[in-house]
T-cell receptor
């Protein structure tokens, strides 16, 4: 089946720093989604990308749909303590309406 | 407010007992999904339903059962046949069947089998 590789697995950063994480797929994706999960809660959709090359922002978050359609990037600028959590990439492969999830990037922000 | 509710938040059961997790949505979404999450893992699809009275197995359906008698409700039963049922269970819904749509998640139920 389709696999998503998300990196890094975890990261520790100082408050105020910028963060970058990415996701790569073994096959082409038509949509890329980025979710954030707080401890003990359900994931919340942050950004949805629908077109190769698309760059979309949501506040301090910016995500890009890779031109090859096999990767996506999420950047967080000027991190704050409430950015702590696990960030997941996800997407349905071509011809599918089921989501495949990456294993997540766990972000810790040091005040 | 519209949303997805899951109850209870925490559930404890003895080994060998069946247990049913509740998922209700008032978003008027056609499709509903159940995922299992283990520490350090992504979400794995257990079952999904695109329409009332119809549902399909996901990647890890063994030991689980579902029903979809109403559009708003998609309960999941964890049976005694599930070898390792302790996990965090997430329900999700999306607006339209037959095509991909963004999924929205409930707050989850943490099941611990003693």
């Amino acid at each position: 089946g389709q696999q998503l590789n998300q990196s890094p697995q975890s990261m520790f950063i100082q408050e105020g720093e910028d963060v970058s994480m990415n996701c790569t797929s073994s096959s082409i994706f038509n949509t890329w989604l980025w979710y954030k999960q707080d401890p003990g809660e359900g994931p919340v959709l942050l950004i949805a990308l629908y077109k190769a090359g698309e760059l979309t922002s949501n506040g301090r978050l910016t995500a890009q749909f890779g031109i090859t359609r096999k990767d996506s990037f999420l950047n967080i600028s000027a991190s704050i303590p409430s950015d702590v959590g696990i960030y997941f990439c996800a997407g349905p492969g071509a011809g599918s309406y089921q989501l495949t999830f990456g294993k997540g990037t766990k972000l810790s922000v040091i005040p | 407010d519209g949303g997805i509710t899951q109850s209870p938040k925490y559930l404890f059961r003895k080994e060998g007992q069946n247990v049913t997790l509740s998922c209700e949505q008032n978003l008027n979404h056609d499709a509903m999904y159940w995922y299992r999450q283990d520490p350090g893992q992504g979400l794995r699809l257990i079952y999904y339903s695109q329409i009332v009275n119809d549902f399909q197995k996901g990647d890890i359906a063994e030991g689980y059962s579902v029903s979809r008698e109403k559009k708003e409700s998609f309960p999941l039963t964890v049976t005694s046949a599930q070898k390792n049922p302790t996990a965090f269970y997430l329900c999700a819904s999306s607006i339209r069947r037959g095509a991909y749509n963004e999924q929205f998640f409930g707050p989850g139920t943490r099941l611990t089998v003693l």
